[in-house]
């Protein structure tokens, strides 16, 4: 029986044999760009420089294919400079640093004869005994492993730290127990926490138990017995194998064992396609009551639209390493107890910024019930433990640091509390009213004495210094969030997806957009965007306004695939929305469904949400409308075009003439020389709100005699609500009309945020909360401006 599973891999050397292109004792390769090919030019072996440093690895690569995805390496830890050389010799394969120092060597356990590429991606070295091969990087691998590829009991993979860091990472594929498990690590060290994977393939009689990994070479991934007996994953599928993609299964530095294929004659510079993946779900897979789970400490885990997890870090939080989404977060603030001793209030120092449905489930230390929403944050204000409190209604979970095991969870009802300090300048940078902190640091420098001038001139030197330095860090092209996250195409590629630009899906403020579709197994549609000139000064920063976009991800964003920067050229990628804009849904007959306009509105404020708050740099969209809220599969709302105002206005858009925002929708301090803020994104909220309600454009002109008084939506809703005609809003809507407790106070809630006045106007928050009906509207107040003589203005 065991031998049925042995049988082909003895005999696959021998068929190679003859294709082979032989590497004799003596030969050598050094960084100066030579590779050793397999035969058919698919694999190459030999030094890989990593990104723009002046560090090489020595690697196997997908040769052939663009992306030229390296497969294994032999120093990821110790990556080595120019000038550093690869030998094999007449007894080893060795690999020298500069100076002639032994780095790495294969040590085979017999003298060499020769050694090869080979077309599977194994590099092999044989000796006198032509049946088997002396030293094989098959049997030494690092985080992939390819079709033909056997993994015996006792093999291990290791994840890279990074995508573009090729050190031992913080997981680990251990195949030593005839089931294959998936650990964290305790980083730096070797210490293996518990699995959060494991195959269940382990029997204490070894006859029954897991023996050997199988990729075979129609790409089926599995496990045999030492019975014959062949355990699949579970949830895996099997391949249907036509020999038209290259396969690799990788463990990534995320710790998701997935399998990718690629199309082998694509012309474009298409990705890796994962076909399939352990664990499903990543953010909930580890749950060890030490070590930080998927993440590092003091972030959280959420799965991406591509199902890929990611991290990041909660408000007043950044990451230690920005390069490494992986390695924990820190707080801005100074932190815990003996701190603050003397200084006063902590209600003065702290304050309780509200993030919800991320939690960390394993770090409360106190549990306080009954318990109100005020109790509880007070509670872990004037508690120097606590840095973070659950509140589910009823109960308090106070957490303290360092927090592991953070997840989003997309249901759940519980808020987070996070405390948070005071004097700490919001992170990141306001949109368009970056300008914002200024008013308040002048009119401090005008009012206070000269000693305190003359420090807050040195903070306000700092942060400007420490603002620029970022900037400068950010805009490199070659910052590695930017390559890791988004695809860069090329002009000619994308012509070819777009068919020439055919298929024209509509025009927007930023260019027109068109369909195309990607050259992949899946054939995935997508929506191409041409972007109209750029702004002179904003070429520059075209890159690295791209790569803050490509951070957001939420699942009411349109997400962003690629870009193409490329001589005048400049396009972005986003995925295609199968139903079009709202403009579509809601302004047809018939009306759409009342629970489907109320989704789609949550949607629309959750997306906001995240763009103001939640993601790394608020975003402030400056255009919201129907048109460009669009719909997908299953009719949720995806807000596109944001992040493009910063990109595409210049410093001067604030006067009237180059408003941005559209017709209708626009808030009023457009028209006036303030900042603009979040705001203006809290005003249009409000008019689309009525829009969603009512199903009509915030403006229609043609309307039938005596019927003028309807054409502003805004007037009119007001009118009718005051006059407690709220059902002429959704005349003959029978079911909205009977959700009368909600459809009242969702029209409140659009008149708050369509106040005269920013400051009056709810923050997202607060609007998702009063519609989600967490939170209590205040009672209304006018959203118009009186004139002296207290009669309503009307523009
Ligand atoms: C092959 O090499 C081994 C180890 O050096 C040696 O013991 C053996 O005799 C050799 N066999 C042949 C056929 O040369
Ligand atoms: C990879 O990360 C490690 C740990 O942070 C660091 O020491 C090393 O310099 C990094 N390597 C490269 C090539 O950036
Ligand atoms: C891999 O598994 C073997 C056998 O279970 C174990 O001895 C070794 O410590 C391993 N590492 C693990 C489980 O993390
Ligand atoms: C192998 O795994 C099984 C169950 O997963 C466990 O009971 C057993 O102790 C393990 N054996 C070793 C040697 O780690
Ligand atoms: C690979 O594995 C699949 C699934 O077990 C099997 O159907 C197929 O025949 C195997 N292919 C080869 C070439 O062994
Ligand atoms: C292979 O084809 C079958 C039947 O068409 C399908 O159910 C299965 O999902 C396919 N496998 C994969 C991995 O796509
Ligand atoms: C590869 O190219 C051939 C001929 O050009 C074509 O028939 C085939 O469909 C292509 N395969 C894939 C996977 O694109
Ligand atoms: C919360 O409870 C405290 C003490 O019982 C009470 O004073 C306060 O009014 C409550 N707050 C709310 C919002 O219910």
Not at 342 to 362: A, M, T
Not at 449 to 461: R, Y
Not at 555 to 579: A, P, Q, T, W
Not at 693 to 716: F, H, K, N, P, Y
Request: charged content about 20%.
């Amino acid at each position: 029986m065991a031998s049925f599973a042995i049988l082909p891999f003895l005999i696959l050397p021998l068929q190679l044999d003859l294709s082979m292109a032989i590497v004799t004792p003596s030969s050598s390769l050094t960084t100066n760009g030579n590779t050793w090919l397999s035969p058919s030019g698919d694999f190459a072996f030999g030094f890989r420089q990593l990104g723009n440093s002046n560090l090489f690895l020595l690697a196997i690569w997908f040769d052939i294919i663009p992306a030229r995805t390296i497969v294994w390496h032999s120093n990821g830890n110790n990556p080595l400079p120019r000038g550093s050389k690869v030998e094999l010799t007449s007894s080893n394969l060795v690999l020298t640093n500069p100076k002639g120092l032994i780095i790495w060597q294969a040590n085979p356990a017999t003298p060499v004869i020769s050694a090869a590429m080979l077309d599977t991606g194994n590099f092999v070295l044989k000796g006198n005994d032509s049946s088997t091969y002396i030293w094989e990087t098959f049997k030494n691998p690092t985080d992939t492993i390819l079709p033909t590829q056997t993994l015996d009991l006792g093999s291990k993979l290791f994840s890279r730290l990074t995508e573009t860091n090729y050190s031992k990472g913080r997981f680990e594929l251990n195949f030593s127990n005839g089931s294959l498990e998936l650990n964290p690590i305790a980083w730096p060290s070797e210490f293996q926490y518990d699995h959060y994977y494991s195959s269940n393939t382990y029997n204490a009689d070894p006859y029954e138990s897991g023996y050997r990994l199988v990729f075979n070479e129609s790409a089926n991934v599995y496990i045999v017995k030492l019975n014959g007996e062949i355990a699949q994953f579970p949830d895996w599928n099997r391949i249907n194998y036509t020999g038209d993609n290259y396969y690799r299964a990788t463990l990534g530095f995320d710790g998701v064992f997935t399998q990718y294929s690629l199309p082998k004659n694509s012309t474009t510079n298409q990705g890796w396609w994962p076909v399939q993946s352990i664990p499903l779900d990543m953010c909930t897979a580890i749950f060890n009551d030490i070590g930080s789970g998927p993440c590092g400490f003091n972030s959280y885990c959420s799965i991406q639209e591509n199902r890929k997890p990611t991290c990041d870090c909660p408000p007043g939080y950044v990451f230690l390493d920005p390069n490494n989404r992986l390695g924990g977060c820190k707080p801005t603030f100074p932190q815990g107890c003996g701190l603050d001793d003397g200084r006063g209030d902590p209600e003065e120092l702290y304050e309780i910024r509200q993030f919800d449905n991320v939690n960390w489930p394993l770090n409360d230390y106190e549990r306080l019930s009954p318990y109100n929403q005020t109790q509880c944050e007070k509670s872990c204000l004037y508690d120097c433990s606590c840095a973070v409190a659950i509140f589910d209604g009823r109960q308090c979970w106070k957490k303290r640091l360092p927090l592991s095991n953070g997840r989003y969870m997309r249901t759940g009802f519980s808020k987070t509390l996070f405390k948070v300090r005071k004097e700490v300048p919001p992170s990141g940078y306001c949109n368009v009213g970056s300008d914002k902190e200024k008013p308040v640091l002048l009119g401090a420098l005008l009012g206070s004495s000269a000693f305190l001038n003359v420090i807050l001139l040195v903070v306000t030197f700092l942060i400007l210094f420490r603002r620029r330095e970022r900037k400068v860090k950010k805009a490199g092209p070659d910052s590695s969030i930017y390559f890791s996250t988004l695809r860069s195409f090329t002009y000619k590629e994308l012509e070819e997806a777009t068919d020439g630009f055919m298929e024209e899906l509509g025009r927007g403020s930023f260019g027109i957009v068109y369909k195309g579709f990607m050259r992949s197994s899946s054939g995935n549609a997508i929506a191409v965007k041409k972007l109209d000139k750029l702004a002179q000064e904003r070429e520059r920063e075209f890159r690295t306004e791209v790569s803050a976009i490509g951070e957001t991800h939420h699942k009411n964003l349109v997400r962003l695939l690629g870009y193409c920067d490329e001589g005048s050229h400049r396009l972005l990628i986003y995925e295609f929305m199968s139903n079009g804009t709202l403009a579509n849904f809601l302004f047809t007959l018939p009306r759409p469904d009342w629970h489907q306009r109320v989704k789609i509105a949550l949607g629309v404020a959750r997306g906001l949400l995240y763009l103001h708050g939640e993601c790394e740099f608020p975003i402030i969209h400056c255009d919201i409308k129907p048109q460009n809220i669009l719909l997908d599969d299953s009719f949720s709302a995806r807000i596109s075009d944001f992040g493009l105002a910063k990109l595409l206005l210049s410093n001067q858009t604030r006067t009237r003439t180059m408003i941005r925002g559209t017709r209708g929708y626009v808030a009023p301090e457009w028209f006036k020389n303030v900042p603009v803020t979040a705001k203006v994104d809290v005003y249009s909220f409000g008019v689309l709100l009525l829009e969603i309600i009512c199903c009509r454009r915030s403006v229609v002109m043609d309307l039938e005699e005596g019927e003028e008084e309807r054409a502003i939506l805004t007037d009119w809703a007001y009118d009718c609500y005051i006059g407690g005609r709220i059902y002429h809003l959704v005349d003959n809507d029978k079911v909205a009309m009977d959700d009368k407790e909600r459809l009242k106070k969702w029209v409140e809630v659009s008149m708050w945020c369509i106040q005269e006045e920013p400051s009056k106007r709810p923050t997202m928050k607060m609007v998702l909360e009063m519609l989600e009906g967490f939170l209590d509207v205040p009672p209304l107040q006018s959203p118009f401006p009186l004139s002296s003589s207290g009669e309503l203005i009307r523009i």
